[in-house]
């Protein structure tokens, strides 16, 4: 396992952008038109120009057989999700030393993936996409759509945090200009919430290493399940969709 260094010190806030190497953005997105659907998460660069959005979504319109007026919905779908993205952008967001749980439940075509593990939200080098790749490589996953769908999720859990980090710097902000002291940051999220200081659970010179009487819970779970089952499964999850 990765240990990670605490001995440099890290800038108390930064300018907002996701808490990886890459700024990239999750975008997942579920659009119906005359009763057929196209469902895909996957990430996107915020710095690309709208043009790249609507080549894709005419590209994935004629690549999978969709009608054309699934374009203008997969535009709304995925710039409606940038556009929130960017309001964020050039606001502060709080950097600590702490870790957060992550959680992956998630099946991709015939593969049941279930984990959780420590994430350090204060280090901007991390890489969700080659965490998924030996996550992959380490539990013989060979499905090449596994590791992107994990790395997605990840994302979209570090998503919260920052957007959650940004909305809490707003109001301390706001809290200061009537006068009063401001509150230290916290977050409404349930990652954030749950998470803890490196330097107080592990010391000045620790890594991110499992407790051994924690690693039961901390054990991913991987089931391959068969086209019966999957059939079975995306029949009530269309049903729950539609009754949502």
Not at 24 to 36: K, N, S, Y
Not at 57 to 70: H, I
Not at 78 to 85: M, S
Not at 93 to 115: A, G
Request: one cysteine or more; proline letters at 5%; aromatic letters at 8%.
């Amino acid at each position: 396992m990765k240990t990670v260094s605490l001995g440099a010190a890290r800038p108390s806030s930064v300018k907002f952008r996701m808490p990886t190497r890459d700024n990239l953005v999750p975008i997942r997105v579920d659009v119906e038109v005359d009763g057929q659907r196209y469902r895909d998460a996957f990430t996107w660069n915020p710095c690309d120009p709208d043009s790249e959005i609507i080549s894709f979504a005419k590209r994935t319109a004629k690549d999978l057989k969709l009608p054309a007026n699934f374009v203008p919905q997969m535009l709304h779908s995925i710039q409606g999700q940038l556009a929130e993205f960017r309001s964020y952008e050039g606001e502060e967001m709080q950097i600590r030393e702490k870790i957060v749980p992550l959680k992956i439940d998630l099946r991709i075509n015939n593969t049941v993936i279930r984990d959780q593990f420590l994430w350090d939200i204060g280090n901007l080098d991390s890489d969700p996409e080659e965490f998924a790749r030996t996550l992959c490589d380490d539990l013989n996953i060979t499905d090449p759509e596994v590791g992107p769908a994990i790395a997605v999720s990840i994302r979209e859990q570090l998503y919260e945090i920052a957007s959650q980090s940004v909305s809490a710097m707003r109001e301390a902000a706001r809290v200061s200009k009537k006068g009063r002291r401001a509150p230290e940051f916290a977050s409404n999220s349930k990652a954030m919430n749950n998470s803890l200081d490196l330097f107080k659970y592990f010391g000045s010179k620790g890594s991110v290493v499992r407790k051994r009487k924690e690693w039961y819970l901390y054990e991913p779970v991987v089931d391959v399940v068969t086209n019966e089952e999957v059939g079975v499964t995306d029949a009530t999850e269309e049903i729950n969709s539609r009754n949502a």
